[in-house]
């Protein structure tokens, strides 16, 4: 029979056989932020829709076709996180935090775009916002704390896109650049790239729009169009990750797509996804505070898709290994096997057992398939003898041990085993 209800198309369901890969990767990125010195920001899942037009940007891709925006029952416009920068900065600014602050988010963005592999409409974001910095130490920091974030996940061969799109001072100069070049063919670009044809031609280079890529070939340089301080700040970036052996391309094409990026704008590509390789994205935000009512505050972040990072490290992680299966060879010995179970688990070591009253063969083929590292049996002889058998799941060798020494046992054995593995 046909279930009768869905997950949403652009959404999935992460089950338990998958969902240690999601961990796994979360719990590196939480610990590079931890050794980077960034603390954790957990903002709501939804905000004003202001937030994201004034912040995004009223004529992005994001605003005007991928949002998620409803009318609460107050009458209030409100929209599910299309991205994570804006929500930060407002809480920045709302709790009036001072200094430099480093912070770091795990969160799901919504997005009403076409799904495809490693992109739906929920997903996973992981970021960070360094605000309150304006120096290229901060900005080569970012991109250092993410490639330590690839080495620790194992996925080898990223490599940086590295840009800068200028400031306020410096960028006239090259939107009237764009205009003289985009002008015309403006009959050739879509319509949202006409439009920003006025707003922002600097967008035009960040459209996916095959007609779109094609005109712009040849388009003006927007490192060719940088003030001398926009031109020192990127010099700075480029001597820090020289010096910390980063690999990173000079890309003049990376723009990214949102109107608050002011100079340094990078993404960085790995080669398991194809065309679509980019698995992280972010710059500079040194407008965004002052946008959004605040002060002028310098800031920089990315953000990364931990599904895209799932699928581009494909099967080089290994599954975790249930410690012990609890094994009971009779009705009578299940009782004992439960308690055996429970104790094992408060004492940390991951256990599990048979809860459906299958025969013994079953429970070890069971415990082979959670990949159990040891089998701890219970039958009529280790009742009446108040004893545990311990059969090593790799080698077969079994051990009689008595019944209070197990979880010591099993404990010192596990912590023997982690050390060889090291």
Known sequence: MAPKYKAPRGTQDVLPEDSWRWQRVEAA????CRRYGYGEIRTPLFEETDLFVHGTGPGTEIVNKQMYTFEDRGGRSLTLRPEGTPSVVRAYLEHKLTGVQKLYYVAPIFRYERPQAGRYRQHTQLGVEAIGAPGHDMDAEVIALFHDFLDAIGLQGAVTHLSSIGCPNCRPALS????????PKLADLCDFCRARYETNPLRILDCKAPADIEARQGAPNALDHLCEECREHFAGVRTQLD?????????????????????????????????????????????????LGGSPTPGIGFGSGLERLILSLGDKQLPPRLAVYVGAASPDA???????????????IPADLDYTGRSLRAQMREASRLGARFAAL??????????????????????????AQVAQRLAAQRAAQAEVEQ
């Open 334 to 348: 299940h009782q004992s096997a439960f308690a055996l179970a429970i104790e094992l688990r408060r004492a940390g």
């Open 378 to 403: 219970l039958g009529e002889d280790e009742l009446k003898a108040n004893t545990v058998t311990v059969r090593d799941m790799d080698t077969g060798e079994q051990l009689t041990i008595p019944r």
């Open 176 to 183: 009237a650049a764009l205009r003289g070049f985009f002008g």
């Open 243 to 291: 010096a910390l052996a980063i690999p990173y391309e000079v890309d003049p094409t990376i723009v990214r797509g949102l109107d608050y990026y002011s100079r340094t704008a990078f993404e960085v590509v790995h080669p398991s996804l194809g065309a679509k390789d980019v698995i992280m994205g972010g710059g500079r935000y040194d407008g965004l505070a002052e946008m």
């Open 29 to 32: 990125f939480r610990d590079i």
